[in-house]
């Protein structure tokens, strides 16, 4: 596998990182607001924006106030957005793949009952255990 694919499902592996950016998605800009919403520490969610900034999927800017410090400001990148599109995308395919492969063995099942090659009872077992296989 390519390292740089690699990497990005590394990075979309991770819980919290994924409710970093549904924060982001959500409006939110600031770490310390993210921070607070997800009821995690600042510098947790520091570490977890430089990766995905690091990747591309996050941008930062920076806000000069009047009078105070700076302020470091994030939101999705365009390339980001698109990624996690892509994402989804893929997703949603594998989904009906594994749908697919799902009935397709379901219906060898049911010829086989039809058949009188299963009983009843080793049908219903083998149907669940299908079933269970594929998250349905």
Do not use: C, W
Not at 28 to 41: C, D, Q, S, T
Not at 80 to 103: C, P
Request: glycine share 6%; hydrophobic share 40%.
């Amino acid at each position: 596998m390519d390292r740089n694919a690699f990497e990005l499902l590394k990075a979309f592996a991770s819980e919290t990182r994924m409710k970093v950016i549904d924060a982001l998605s959500a409006g939110m800009e600031h770490p310390e607001e993210i921070a607070r919403h997800l009821g995690i520490k600042r510098q947790s969610v520091d570490k977890h924006l430089l990766l995905l900034h690091n990747l591309g999927i996050v941008e930062r800017s920076a806000v000069f106030p009047p009078e105070g410090r700076p302020r470091i400001l994030y939101r999705l990148s365009r390339a980001g957005k698109d990624l996690i599109n892509d994402f989804e995308e893929v997703a949603k395919r594998h989904g009906e793949r594994l749908f697919s492969m799902y009935k397709s063995e379901k219906r060898v099942l049911d010829m086989a009952l039809a058949e009188g090659e299963l009983s009843e009872e080793i049908y219903l077992k083998k149907l669940g255990e299908l079933r269970k296989r594929f998250g349905i």
